[in-house]
Every structure is written in structure tokens, then in C-alpha cells.
């Protein structure tokens, strides 16, 4: 029988975001806060986005999350801190994350990249790491 679609949802967020049982969901915010008007939504986001999507197998954890990133920051959503928390929780360095950021200006434009470089920044701050910033020379 099939693992049931939530309980491969959780294992795949406690992996990425190596939480523990008591707190399955770690740093990730999946819908918690709008039990009250929504109590499904929880559900769906751990079923189909971790369950389904982020459990596909083709690409690893960091390709996952650096894909995730990258759509994030193009749509200028605010969800892009809680995964550059994810980025560095399943090895992404803080230079790839912001390489990547980066990388996007040709393609999203220099107010998505200021938006994220500071979201980023405001991350590396709370996480305690800090940024090799690199240079063209």
C-alpha cells in the first residue's frame, strides 16, 4: 500500500527543514494560522506541495529549493524567507543562495532582486551565518 499522502508531506518537510516529531513542521509556515476559515488548507499544502511535489524524485533537495527560491523571487511573494531558511537547512550556502538571487536581475528585474536580497539578508541576520560577497573584477 501507498504511504499515505500526509505522512510522506510531513517526513519530506521534517527533512528538509530537520525538524523533529515534536514539531514536524519546523520553521515552515503551511497554513496553520487560517485553521479557523480554512482548517483544510494544512492538508493540502502538506499532501500536494511535500507529499506529491517536493517528494518527486529528478532533482535533489538544493535543486528543489533553489527552483523554489528562484519562482518566489520572480513573483515577488513574501514566502521567499521561509525558504532561504530551508536553503541553508539542507546545505545551500548563503553564497548560492544569493548567486542565485542574483542571477535573477536579467529576468525579474533589480526590485524582485532588492526585495529578496533583503529578505535574504534579513535571514542570514537571524540564522547567525554570514556572506563571502563576491566581485567582478
Known amino acids: 500500500m501507498a504511504k499515505d499522502r500526509y505522512q510522506k508531506g510531513i517526513e519530506k518537510i521534517q527533512e528538509l527543514t530537520q525538524s523533529s516529531d515534536d514539531n514536524p513542521t519546523g520553521f515552515m509556515d503551511i497554513g496553520e494560522r487560517f485553521k479557523d476559515i480554512a482548517p483544510d488548507l494544512t492538508k493540502y499544502v502538506v499532501e500536494f506541495a511535500f507529499g506529491d511535489i517536493y517528494s518527486r524524485p529528478g532533482i535533489d533537495n538544493k535543486q528543489k529549493v533553489l527552483t523554489t527560491i528562484?519562482?518566489?523571487?520572480?513573483?515577488g511573494k513574501p514566502q521567499i524567507g521561509m525558504h532561504i531558511k530551508t536553503g541553508l537547512s539542507v546545505g545551500l550556502t548563503p553564497e548560492e543562495i544569493v548567486g542565485c538571487?542574483?542571477?535573477?536581475?536579467p529576468y525579474t528585474g533589480f526590485p524582485s532582486v532588492l526585495n529578496a536580497l533583503t529578505v535574504a539578508q534579513e535571514v542570514f541576520a537571524e540564522q547567525g551565518v554570514s556572506v563571502t560577497p563576491s566581485h567582478d573584477e
Open 70 to 75: 528562484t519562482a518566489l523571487v520572480a513573483q
Open 101 to 105: 538571487i542574483i542571477h535573477l536581475i
